[in-house]
């Protein structure tokens, strides 16, 4: 197991423990991850029924804001545990953060302007890339293997 900085004594006992080569906290945020995806898609719904009442009527929805809320948390969190994909995986779920609050914004300007609502494409692209990222760091085992012959 990688050295790391013990900062919450038992919560770090139990997240940093390895469980099919990967720390525990890489497994939660990558059901973190997921949910906040799908709070994504939870979201969209709701702005398009919303979008009908008026801009001003667009709300964001607490499934994903509660999840990216977490997910910001959790990956300064998994920094302490794994130092290099910590770094990583922080530095693209700060870019899906940054990413969703310009859509937020660009869905509320498009209902302004009694437009069509476009898909958050910047979001789920962002989420894809950390998605894939998360998924490389909690599944490496499976190729690992085959990876450790080539390499």
Known sequence: ???????????????AREVLAAPVIAYLLLGLLLA????????YKQHESQAEKGWE?????????ATSFLLVVGSFYYMTVHHHGGLVFSTLVLGVFITDLFEFES???EARNDRELDTPKG?????LVALLYILYQTLFFVVAPVWNQIV
């Open 1 to 15: 197991m990688e050295h790391f900085v013990s900062l919450f004594g038992p919560v770090d006992a139990i997240l």
């Open 36 to 43: 906040n995806m799908v709070g994504r898609i939870v979201e």
């Open 57 to 65: 009527a667009i709300t964001r929805h607490p499934l994903r804001v």
């Open 107 to 109: 869905r509320q300007v």
């Open 123 to 127: 979001a789920i692209t962002a989420s």
